[in-house]
């Protein structure tokens, strides 16, 4: 073979991984998803063929003519950085911020923390009547319904009790007042962010008060906030385990159920009352544990709707080898990730693709915002863990249907 053919063969993959990326760009993600790349010449040598045909990606891509993009990935089985793109930049993560909450969780609660609601007496139960007050302890629990209500509710009939004497109280000390996190939009539609919860609504005291009455329960006080006081005695507990919250919050991307993750977190301190700051102490203490410096991140909520979130796709890998270097966050975060072509918000990307069911990660987006971070197995068994993330973005379905070409490569090659 001369040498002037086996060049062209050589250099054949990456003018036709360039033509797809040139005319998929303008195309929607679900048109983008059928596109494949040339399987026709023989792949060229691994990791330099990803690498090549990740530069001819970048160089053509229309998207990054308009919108910011820092990119990382890296060989977790080799232990080294594969590539690269101003992954230093600080930008706006969207959801990809509930992976830093989940790894930061699993880190510093563990696989067995439990978010509980707790309800407490005070007083003496005197014939059936309690004269005393009842305490509702939240725990910022975003799954607690009906149906723990109607437990709390027979709990007390088991002691007897069809009168209360006294208050209907909620602890709600576990974090500050602040219903809403900082930086989020006005005219979103945002939850609440209380402790106490019912079917995902700040009703609790006015629910509980009516399932006591249906319940025959007369109640001659009335409803008030305050901290439980030492005396009180445990009625009953109600609670949901930590990957029951992780699923729901990183396969739906579930913003409530991030920011109930976020402060615990918060409460880990051991402070009342804890704040958004002190959950961000927390995760600034992981950022360093990582070898990477705090100060140069901001961390406002734990869902990613903040405008004030700012991260790197460097920090983000940084977090993903470190949950990977551990068994117990990695066994619990892995199976909450969204599988592209099969569940969660991955479950129409990638189909049709060697990232389908393979690419397990999180999805961001907000408004000029769109990103993209988990593992993918390349071709070779080799592990990647990678983030994309993508700033001043027009139209959110090419930010995806880069990231889908990348997810791609990192599959095929």
Known sequence: ???????????????????????????????????????????????????????????????????????????LTADSM??????????????????????????????????????????????????????????????????????????????????????????????????????????DDNAVLSPLLISRKDEFLSRFVSALSDAGIYLKGYTSKATVPATARCISSRYHSIDQILYQMMKESDNLYAESMFYQIAASTGKRYATAKDAATVIRQLIQKVGLDPQTYRIADGSGLSLYNYVSAELIVRLLRYAYGNSNIYQNLLPTLPVAGVDGTLKSRMNGTKAAGNVYAKTGTVSGVSSLAGYVTSFNGHELCFAIILNGLMKGSRGRALQNRICTLMAEK
């Open 82 to 187: 594969l590539y690269a793109v101003n992954d230093r930049y600080t930008m706006r993560p969207a959801s990809v911020m509930k992976l830093v909450t989940a790894i930061t969780a699993l880190d510093k609660l563990g696989e067995s923390y439990r978010f509980t609601t707790r309800l407490y007496y005070d007083g003496e139960i005197v014939d059936s009547t309690l004269v005393g007050d009842i305490y509702c302890v939240g725990g910022f629990d975003p799954r607690f319904n009906s149906d723990d209500m109607r437990a709390f509710v027979e709990e007390i009939k088991e002691l007897g009790i069809d009168t209360i004497d006294g208050r209907i109280v909620a602890d709600v000390s576990m974090k500050d007042s602040k219903e809403y996190g900082e930086g989020w939009c006005w005219d």
């Open 1 to 75: 073979m001369s040498r002037l053919l086996f060049f062209i063969l050589l250099l054949f993959p990456f003018s036709a991984v360039a033509q797809d990326v040139e005319a998929s760009d303008s195309l929607d993600i679900e048109e983008y998803d059928t596109l494949a790349v040339d399987s026709i010449a023989p792949p060229l040598p691994w990791p330099e063929s990803l690498q090549a045909a990740l530069d001819s990606v970048m160089a053509h891509s229309r998207v990054l003519k308009t919108a910011q993009l820092g990119l990382a990935i890296y060989d």
